[in-house]
């Protein structure tokens, strides 16, 4: 792949250290941050950006930073990528804003026939656009509950999804998620999810049905309205459950007129090197919610479902005030078309074969697991010859990769996952240089 065909502006493509990290002028900006918003908003690296593109994040100090984080799983098809900088510029001059619920627009209605022809499944479907990802989570909830006419959600160990009140309960982790911020909406119940590398042996069918007898003697499918579970796991780890366990709790879910939600929000749109996660294994869920990926950093979030569920709730029953914002639509249609164009679903494959490839090489014997699917890749670390959970080598690594202009994310419930997640845009060379910094940075932490 050329080195801008989708990234950004003409950045160079290249890693440049010119201050240490963060440099005085960050540091400065991040003094004033400390001033002025709270505390609660965590910073991961405080380098302050003025650039981003291609595979490349450029701080005020001038360092060219490797992206291997992409704002969390947002910027898919690069920074400032050219279609959707264009469509963004375009639809700004045209107009802003009307809200959707009082004059609507076209780039609404097209967001909705793209997302309804692109998710899994030939079914007759409906989409309806909101702008974060727990907000879409909520709206499926909302959706399935005024559907089936019952109350209970059932998600699963290690699962985010989001940090509003409902998300926050639907979401596993206390440490930051939720600590002090109960109580919380009821009606949340959570199940065991298939996790392979810490329940061995355990194949996919075997965990869902370990699932469903939980929420059979727990909930009871009579009182269950949907199950919500990510087909790969985001911020719990990037468990990619064992083949068999979403297929079977798809049927149980149909067999028991309970819906199916995939939280796609992190997996989807090319990320995994399918278009939705849910395609590695032919699973067709009832409702899917996405964000993310979807509109290239603008806020944008949808849920994508059957016709008959998603028009369960009443006229004026689904809305918001900036949900589908024009804008945010003009640039989620620009990624959909930059995905098909530059065929970025085969890119994310090849991303995730060099990763892989390249990790397994280290041999290191903290290195327990390398999993994921496509540019969605992740190491867990362990304490060597156990599976003790390694969160403090894993904190080093990244902070020993944050000095050498490497941008990494941690993940998981025990801290201890490393995880990446390139811009489809990245060049060869910048992935390669990403995994070489890696490699040498496991060989001096011994
Ligand atoms: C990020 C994420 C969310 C929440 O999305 P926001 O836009 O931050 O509200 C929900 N589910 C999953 C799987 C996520 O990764």
Same mark, same amino acid.
């Given at each position: 792949?050329?080195?801008?065909?989708?990234?950004?502006? *003409?950045?160079?493509?290249?890693?440049?250290?010119?201050?240490?990290?963060?440099? $005085?002028?960050?540091?400065?900006?991040?003094?004033?941050?400390? *001033?002025?918003?709270?505390?609660?908003?965590?910073?991961?690296?405080?380098?302050?950006?003025?650039?981003?593109?291609?595979?490349?994040?450029?701080?005020?100090?001038?360092?060219?930073?490797?992206?291997?984080?992409?704002?969390? +799983?947002?910027?898919?098809?690069?920074?400032?990528?050219?279609?959707?900088?264009?469509?963004?510029?375009?639809?700004?001059?045209?107009?802003?804003?009307?809200?959707?619920?009082?004059?609507?627009?076209?780039?609404?209605?097209?967001?909705?026939? *793209?997302?309804?022809?692109?998710?899994? %499944?030939?079914?007759?479907?409906?989409?309806?656009?909101?702008?974060?990802?727990?907000?879409?989570?909520?709206?499926?909830?909302?959706? +399935?509950?005024?559907?089936?006419?019952?109350?209970?959600?059932?998600?699963?160990?290690?699962?985010?999804?989001?940090?509003?009140?409902?998300?926050?309960?639907?979401?596993?982790?206390?440490?930051?998620?939720?600590?002090?911020?109960? $109580?919380?909406?009821?009606?949340?119940?959570?199940?065991?999810?298939?996790?392979?590398?810490?329940?061995?042996?355990?194949?996919?069918?075997?965990?869902?049905?370990?699932?469903?007898?939980?929420?059979?003697?727990?909930?009871?499918?009579?009182?269950?309205?949907?199950?919500?579970?990510?087909?790969?796991?985001?911020?719990?780890?990037?468990?990619?459950?064992?083949?068999?366990?979403?297929?079977?709790?798809?049927?149980?879910?149909?067999?028991? %007129?309970?819906?199916?939600?995939?939280?796609?929000? &992190?997996?989807?749109?090319?990320?995994?090197?399918?278009?939705?996660?849910?395609?590695?294994?032919?699973?067709?869920?009832?409702?899917?919610?996405?964000?993310?990926?979807? *509109?290239?950093?603008?806020? =944008?979030?949808?849920?994508?479902?059957?016709?008959?569920?998603?028009?369960?709730?009443?006229?004026?029953?689904?809305?918001?005030?900036?949900?589908?914002?024009?804008?945010?639509?003009?640039?989620?249609?620009?990624?959909?078309?930059?995905?098909?164009?530059?065929?970025?679903?085969?890119?994310?494959?090849?991303?995730?074969?060099?990763?892989?490839?390249?990790? &397994?090489?280290?041999?290191?014997?903290?290195?327990?697991?390398?999993?994921?699917?496509?540019?969605?890749?992740?190491?867990?670390?362990?304490?060597?010859?156990?599976?003790? $959970?390694?969160?403090?080598?894993?904190?080093?690594?990244?902070?020993?990769?944050? &000095? &050498?202009? =490497?941008?990494?994310?941690?993940?998981?419930?025990?801290?201890?996952? =490393?995880?990446?997640?390139? $811009?489809?845009?990245?060049?060869?060379?910048?992935?390669?240089?990403?995994?070489?910094?890696?490699?040498?940075?496991?060989?001096?932490?011994?």
């Amino acid at each position: 792949m050329s080195e801008h065909t989708t990234g950004g502006p *003409a950045l160079p493509q290249e890693r440049r250290l010119v201050t240490s990290i963060p440099g $005085p002028k960050s540091q400065e900006l991040q003094r004033r941050k400390s *001033a002025s918003v709270p505390t609660g908003v965590g910073t991961t690296l405080p380098v302050y950006t003025v650039a981003a593109g291609g595979g490349v994040i450029v701080d005020v100090d001038d360092n060219s930073l490797i992206d291997f984080g992409s704002g969390i +799983a947002v910027t898919t098809v690069g920074n400032s990528s050219p279609r959707v900088a264009a469509a963004v510029a375009e639809q700004a001059q045209a107009f802003t804003h009307t809200c959707f619920m009082v004059t609507p627009y076209d780039a609404y209605v097209r967001v909705a026939e *793209a997302l309804n022809r692109l998710t899994p %499944g030939t079914h007759d479907k409906r989409t309806v656009l909101f702008n974060s990802g727990a907000e879409a989570v909520e709206n499926a909830v909302k959706i +399935a509950r005024t559907h089936t006419k019952r109350q209970a959600v059932v998600v699963f160990d290690h699962a985010y999804h989001g940090r509003t009140n409902l998300t926050m309960a639907m979401t596993s982790k206390n440490m930051p998620y939720k600590s002090g911020f109960g $109580p919380f909406a009821s009606e949340v119940y959570r199940a065991p999810l298939s996790y392979p590398y810490r329940d061995h042996g355990v194949d996919g069918p075997t965990a869902a049905r370990r699932a469903i007898d939980t929420i059979e003697k727990q909930i009871g499918a009579d009182n269950l309205a949907a199950l919500v579970i990510e087909p790969i796991q985001g911020e719990g780890g990037f468990i990619v459950p064992a083949d068999g366990f979403l297929g079977t709790l798809v049927e149980w879910c149909r067999a028991n %007129g309970v819906v199916f939600v995939a939280d796609e929000v &992190q997996t989807g749109f090319a990320r995994t090197g399918e278009m939705f996660a849910c395609d590695h294994e032919g699973v067709v869920p009832d409702l899917i919610v996405t964000a993310k990926g979807i *509109a290239g950093g603008l806020p =944008l979030s949808a849920v994508t479902g059957r016709a008959e569920i998603m028009d369960a709730p009443h006229v004026g029953g689904l809305g918001g005030t900036y949900g589908g914002n024009p804008i945010a639509c003009a640039a989620a249609l620009a990624v959909i078309e930059t995905i098909e164009q530059d065929g970025l679903v085969d890119r994310a494959r090849n991303i995730g074969k060099t990763m892989v490839e390249r990790l &397994q090489s280290f041999g290191d014997a903290r290195i327990g697991d390398i999993r994921g699917r496509g540019a969605m890749i992740a190491v867990e670390l362990v304490k060597t010859g156990t599976t003790e $959970p390694d969160a403090d080598l894993t904190k080093a690594v990244a902070a020993a990769a944050h &000095q &050498q202009g =490497l941008v990494v994310l941690t993940c998981g419930t025990y801290g201890n996952v =490393l995880r990446f997640l390139p $811009p489809l845009s990245m060049p060869d060379h910048l992935l390669v240089e990403g995994l070489d910094v890696l490699e040498q940075i496991f060989k001096d932490l011994r």
